[in-house]
Structures are given as C-alpha cells and as structure tokens.
C-alpha cells in the first residue's frame, strides 16, 4: 500500500515564526501536491511538484514556498507565520506514469498560528 | 478556468437508505472527474473516476457516479448507506497541468447517517 506521511498531526506556532511541514512518501513517486483544507473552502491546492528540484504554483501559494530536495520528500515552508494560515493542510503522491491519476493523501497537519 | 460546485453542505439520510450527492462542473473541455471521500481524522481516498467511456462509473465501497454532459453534472450515488459512510465527500474535475491531471476540488458534502 502506498503511504504517505506527515511530521506532524498538530502543530502550535506563534505569529512570525518560519514553519516547516514535511510529507514522506514511500511508493517512488514522482508528482507530490500540498493543499490547504478549510472548512466551506474545501481544498486548495497551494504548490506542486512533477520531479525532484522541480515545483509549480498552485492556487494559493502567496505566503508559501517549497523544497523537494529528494524525491521522496516534499516540504512546505511558511517563512513568516500568520493566523490567516491557521488551517488543515494536506500532502498527496501521484505516480505519473499511467493515466490512473490517483492521489494518495497523507493523514493532515492541523496547524495552528496563535 | 475550472470550477466544482456541491450544492449541497450536508445530508442527513437514515442506514439502509439510498444516497445522492449532487456534483456539477465547469470545464471547457472534456472533463476528468474524480469523487474522494475524508473519513473523520484521515486524509482522502479514491472513491472513483471518470475519463471517459461507459458514463455509469463504479467505485469502491459499494458506490457509482453517472457523468452526464447535457447537465454538467457527476452525481454520486449508493443504494444502501452503511454508518461507516458518515464522511465528508468531494468532487474534482481535473485539468491538465503539464504533468498530471490537477483536480480543482468542490467545497465538500458532509454526510450524516442516523441509525
């Protein structure tokens, strides 16, 4: 089974802090996604990446960078916390080589920035 | 650009009951549409998809959604609710993004199931 992972399930930061949250997959993946979850909001997808080094904005990534030294792994950074960045946020792996186009999603961070 | 709408925040059906959850799309070309479901506490999971052929799409878990072009639509359906199905879903439509089929998510459908 394909898993994927998250460093942490909750997560307490204060404002102006730079956080990080990392996503592990272990099924050699080559494309990785991070979304954020709020409610009403449903999800939205706030960077992606197709390779190693590589990475492409999504919907929402003022606020946000990335880092995919590694293929397996997959970090979102918020260089300078805010508590409008209070959220779900959620990791997923998608193997590029077949038209599947299945995400596998991780279990979530709840971070909350006070 | 794409866009999903669930028009629907919540249902509420008893155990044993039939389920439909209305999904309806924008996308000015042949759509990829994807239904996952969020169990408390977890990430989302595949229920299924469609690309194209047959428009009457079987998934996991006992579920179906019939994609129908005149209406735009994506509906979800299962014939018998379990209390297991309490979840929240979402519906996707996905759009090529250069390496994958990116899927812009609709804002969810909380399900409720009395016993």
């Known amino acids: 089974d394909v898993k994927v992972t998250q460093s942490s399930r909750y997560l307490v930061k204060r404002t102006g802090e730079k956080v990080f949250l990392e996503c592990v997959q272990d099924?050699?993946?080559?494309?990785m996604f991070w979304y954020r979850q709020d409610p009403g909001l449903g999800l939205r997808l706030i960077y992606f990446s197709y390779d190693v080094k590589m990475k492409e904005k999504g919907d929402i990534p003022e606020g946000y960078s990335v880092s995919r030294e590694k293929k397996e792994r997959f970090s979102l950074i918020l260089e300078s916390a805010s508590t409008n960045q209070t959220s779900m946020y959620l990791c997923?792996?998608?193997?590029?080589?077949?038209?599947?186009?299945?995400?596998?999603f991780g279990p979530g961070t709840r971070l909350t920035v006070l | 650009a794409q866009s999903v709408t669930q028009p629907d925040i919540h249902i509420t059906v008893s155990e044993g009951a039939s389920l439909e959850l209305r999904c309806n799309y924008s996308y000015g070309a042949t759509p990829y549409l994807f239904w996952y479901v969020q169990s408390p506490g977890q990430g989302l999971q595949l229920l299924l998809k469609?690309?194209?052929?047959d428009t009457l799409v079987q998934g996991i878990k006992g579920f179906e959604a019939e994609f129908k072009r005149s209406q735009s639509s994506f509906n979800l359906r299962k014939p018998s609710v379990h209390w297991s199905d309490a979840a929240e879903y979402f519906c996707?439509?996905?759009?090529w993004g250069g390496g994958s089929y990116i899927p812009t998510f609709g804002r969810g459908t909380s399900l409720i199931v009395h016993p």
């Open positions: 997923a792996s998608e193997y590029s080589g077949s038209s599947y186009n299945e995400q596998f």
């Open positions: 469609y690309f194209s052929g």
């Open positions: 099924m050699d993946h080559e494309n």
């Open positions: 996707a439509v996905g759009a």
